[in-house]
């Protein structure tokens, strides 16, 4: 117990610093690797003529360039608001995945679209897909318990949303992206097929209905002493659960738009 | 002439330079490993007793030792003002480049362990002179010192947060850090996707025609790259890019070399 005790300081103290983004680059990079592992050849062949570069390569991109000129209008994007019931708020612009789906309905006839708006909404898309699966990136609108910010550790004080911004480099210290997804991707065709069912709108629902629980495992606005194993556990499952739905749902999505 | 290089040694003997950090030094031979002849990959596997990115670092890691002080020289070029190396000053990173070709190319005449040091030297030494900060140009002040600038995280107002950082260790370690969770592999793979169909005119010349290309990149920074210089997060990540490149040549150019020597 004196180890997840610590386990939780050294975790929160190495992410004090952190600025409130996403996934942190490692979880796009990672997400986007695993995702690269399962497009079809042509689907590969395009992204590729496309971007001038491997997926990993532009998975943090957005994050990267959301305050550039030009940019700014991005920078509400990477979140998604719903209400009690999980429903996305209809005509919020400001929601991941309202514009995931714009992008992806776009990009049907991609042929008749420009190189560079192709370029851009690939990567959009590469970053969305993952911050859709991002744990802390549903904002329950309504509900003030569960308004991200911030929770005391021995009288210090963290922010719990880099805290989940950043579990997948925590969990594998030491790692590459590409070596993380290699390690995960051990699902079958058909455990891959039922992660990949439905669509943008169904998988955020569900997400929106799941993510609750992190509010339980490391509950914000108090004072945490520890975490129990089994809270501990239950983190790393979400964590990596999450980064499998995001990188499998990234590759049917591109499969989708490329290799009909 | 004289003035200008004692300036420059000067400044370096203080200086342990490495030009990338290890990632970088090692994504580089990696990158190049990829584009080795069978014959170059088969003969320096044998000569190392391992890949080229496991010998990346080498140069790096001995050059605190005393043999090896005289070295931290090597890791810069020098040009003039007409972006020519270099042949007086036999420290100079193209000349020793040079020497490390030429014993190579003649390596039945030497030791074993002299060809050894030598193709590790000469790994890292390709990779150090694509480092646009170890590029020191006569009369371009800045490219031959070292100086503290501001960069900011592109928030405005209170979400701003300005870093100071060092311009050298900027272009060693936390420019290359935009892709440190990527495998050496993974970023070498993403240079050859990005840069492969340019691999021909990249390896075109010899080492002193690469050392004028790299003038010709590096000396349009200091234009603008000054102490307490505030780079945006644009301006940033536009830099980023022109690292790759710089990586991309180095990459194919240390193949290019590899290919030549050991045909």
């Known amino acids: 117990m004196k180890k997840l005790a610590t386990f939780a300081v050294v975790l929160l103290c190495s992410l004090v610093s952190y600025s409130v983004s996403a996934w942190n680059d490692m979880g796009h990079t990672t997400i986007a690797s695993l995702a690269e592992q399962h497009l079809t050849p042509k689907t590969k062949e395009m992204c590729r003529k496309y971007l001038n570069h491997t997926l990993p390569y532009y998975a943090a991109w957005m994050d990267q360039w959301r305050n550039c000129p030009g940019y700014e209008h991005t920078s509400s994007w990477h979140t998604y608001p719903v209400d009690e019931r999980n429903k996305r708020f209809k005509g919020e612009s400001r929601d991941a995945a309202y514009q995931a789906m714009r992008i992806s309905k776009q990009m049907r006839k991609y042929e008749k679209l420009s190189d560079s708006i192709v370029r851009d909404n690939l990567k959009y898309l590469i970053h969305l897909i993952a911050d859709i699966h991002c744990p802390v990136h549903i904002k329950y609108a309504n509900e003030p318990n569960l308004k991200q910010g911030s929770l005391r550790m021995k009288g210090k004080k963290y922010k719990f949303h880099a805290f989940w911004d950043s579990t997948i480099d925590y969990y594998h210290k030491g790692m590459k992206c590409d070596a993380i997804a290699k390690q995960y991707d051990t699902f079958t065709d058909k455990q891959i097929a039922e992660i990949c069912k439905g669509n943008i709108a169904n998988w955020a629902k569900v997400n929106a209905e799941q993510m609750r629980e992190i509010y339980t495992l490391l509950p914000m606005n108090s004072e945490v002493t520890a975490v129990s194993e089994e809270n501990h556990q239950r983190m790393k499952e979400i964590t990596i659960q999450q980064m499998r739905r995001g990188g499998y749902r990234l590759a049917k999505v591109l499969n989708g738009i490329f290799d009909k | ?263």
Request: proline share 2%.
């Open chain 2, 1 to 263: 002439m004289r003035r200008y290089i004692t300036l420059a040694v000067s400044l370096l003997f203080v200086y342990t330079a490495t030009a990338w950090n290890k990632f970088g030094q090692q994504s580089i031979a990696t990158l190049a490993e990829q584009n080795l002849t069978e014959s170059a990959k088969a003969q320096t596997t044998q000569i190392l007793g391992g890949s080229l990115s496991s010998a990346a670092w080498w140069l790096q890691s001995v050059a605190k030792e005393p043999e090896y002080q005289h070295t931290n020289s090597w890791q810069f070029i020098h040009l003039t003002k007409e972006l020519k190396s270099t042949t007086s000053f036999t420290e100079d990173g193209v000349v020793q480049i040079e020497r490390c070709v030429d014993i190579l190319k003649h390596r039945t005449q030497h030791s074993d362990s002299t060809v050894v040091v030598t193709l590790k030297t000469l790994i890292h030494l390709v990779a150090d002179m694509h480092n646009l900060t170890h590029i020191c140009i006569e009369g371009v002040e800045y490219s031959n010192k070292n100086f503290n600038f501001r960069v900011s995280n592109g928030f405005t107002g209170p979400k701003e947060v300005i870093t100071k950082l060092s311009w050298r260790k900027f272009w060693e370690s936390n420019i290359v850090n935009r892709h440190a969770t990527l495998s050496c592999e993974l970023l070498a793979e993403d240079l050859m996707v990005c840069y492969g169909p340019e691999k021909g005119n990249f390896s075109k010349g010899d080492v002193r025609h690469w050392a004028a290309d790299m003038g010709s990149l590096s000396a349009p920074l200091y234009e603008w790259a000054v102490p307490d210089y505030y780079m945006t997060r644009e301006q940033h990540n536009r830099l980023v890019q022109l690292n790759d490149k710089c990586m991309a040549r180095a990459g194919f150019r240390l193949a290019a070399l590899l290919n030549d020597i050991f045909r």
